[in-house]
């Protein structure tokens, strides 16, 4: 069972997969634009090259020789993916998957036209002038989004026409890799929005987590809880929608799939191949598998039986507020010394204004209160400060 896993980005999702695989035995190869990211400092080894160089991505297959290539962001040269899958390297969950959803006009595609899934309206544009153009026809409010990002990224709402020349810098400023089109959505207006992260495995059926909502600022969140509190007939709508897009796009792994809910009824919004953000609500036992665990055992083909919510949860994010090349900590005392709760640094060697630098995790009882372990997690958050 041991096996050797190319891991392509190594940022703090990527540090708890790695985690997860050595704890039983796997080998982790981590990759990544720079020396330092967080997993490879708990890695086997790690290689630094630019991933959307396609011949750099292709001479590290070749030397390591994978078992599993895991993409861990959006910037990588995702079309060499089938190139892999034909040589017979497996691809996590697919190269089919890796390329949707790397590009969100692929994947919402996808889900509105080809599967029918309920989606807000949308158009793309590939410069200003056509953003102005996709805006008025859509409507004011509107959510601009590149293509390509990650965590939010150059993601704005445009309120009225003198936005709409801000919303396309933006989004450019966040785009990763070398897509400069944008996609237009229609606002919805929401109740609330979850991530359901979903298990696809080889030899066994889909698994859902129970719901994790979340609270996202700039496009990124802020903090997560689980279980999120909504109607039977939403969830079952969610877990169909995922169940869907998720088995057009093949492969085993655990999915992010996030949805807006509104008065009438379930939108489905974004879709991540891998472990998602708002998941580090996991990281607090909330469940028997971790959403790391459960993406390593899918890969692995490990039987997964069951997932049962053991206890309830929150997380909340600590952010940078400057810019350091030597950034350190100062308040860890206060969220050590709280009781049911936990914390994580991800060990990023520079940091910048809004760069998620660490979590922190609360927990209580199945019959305690969310809201309360959340609002626990955003104080214990706020004692700790990037210096």
């Given amino acids: 069972m041991q096996k050797k896993i190319l891991l ?5 999702l990527g540090k708890e997969f790695v985690i997860s ?8 190869i981590a990759v990544d634009s720079y020396t330092g990211a967080p997993a490879m400092q708990v890695a086997d080894g790690f290689e630094v090259i630019n991933m959307l160089d396609g011949d750099a991505l ?3 297959v070749e030397k390591h020789k994978p078992d599993f290539i895991v993409p861990e962001v959006e910037a990588i040269r995702t079309e060499r993916f089938y190139d892999y899958e034909n040589q017979g390297y497996t691809v996590v969950p697919s190269a089919k998957a890796a390329n949707f959803t790397m590009n969100r006009k692929s994947i919402r595609d996808l889900a509105a036209k080809e599967l029918g899934i309920k989606t807000a309206p949308y158009k793309y544009a590939d410069s200003s ?3 102005h153009e996709a805006a008025i026809s859509i409507g004011l409010p509107c959510v601009v989004k590149p293509l390509m990002s990650s965590s939010g990224k ?3 709402v445009i ?3 003198a936005d709409i020349d801000k919303a396309w810098d933006y989004a450019q400023e966040g785009s990763r890799g070398d897509v400069a089109e944008v996609i237009v959505e229609g606002f919805i207006d929401f109740n609330y929005e979850i991530t359901l992260l979903t298990v696809t495995q080889n030899d066994g059926p889909t698994l859902f987590c129970n719901p994790i909502g979340h609270r996202q600022e700039r496009g990124d969140y802020q903090e997560s809880w689980q279980p999120a509190k909504m109607l ?4 079952k709508t969610a877990q169909s929608m995922a169940e869907e897009v998720t088995k057009a796009l093949s492969g085993a792994g655990i999915w992010g799939v996030e949805f807006f809910i509104a008065d009438d009824g379930v939108y489905f919004s974004e879709l991540s191949p891998r472990p998602h953000d708002t998941g580090m609500v996991t990281l607090g036992n909330t469940q028997n598998f971790n959403e790391f665990e459960l993406h390593l055992r899918a890969i692995l083909s490990l039987p997964i039986p069951e997932i049962t919510q053991e206890r309830i949860g929150a997380s909340a994010v600590i952010l940078a507020s400057e810019h350091s090349d030597n950034p350190s900590f100062e308040g860890i005392e206060k969220v050590a010394s709280a009781p049911k709760s936990d914390l994580r640094l991800f060990g990023k060697p520079t940091s910048r204004p809004y760069r998620r630098m660490g979590v922190v995790v609360t927990y209580d009882d199945l019959d305690g209160d ?8 955003k104080e214990l958050a706020g004692h700790v400060k990037v210096i």
């Fill in 21 to 28: 695989a050595q704890r039983i035995g796997q080998t982790v």
């Fill in 232 to 235: 039977d007939e939403h969830l």
């Fill in 159 to 161: 309120k009225t026409e």
């Fill in 154 to 156: 150059g993601q704005s």
């Fill in 58 to 60: 292709d001479s590290i």
């Fill in 129 to 131: 002038e056509s953003l």
């Fill in 8 to 12: 392509l980005g190594s940022g703090e």
């Fill in 370 to 377: 969310v809201e309360k372990a959340t609002q626990r997690a």
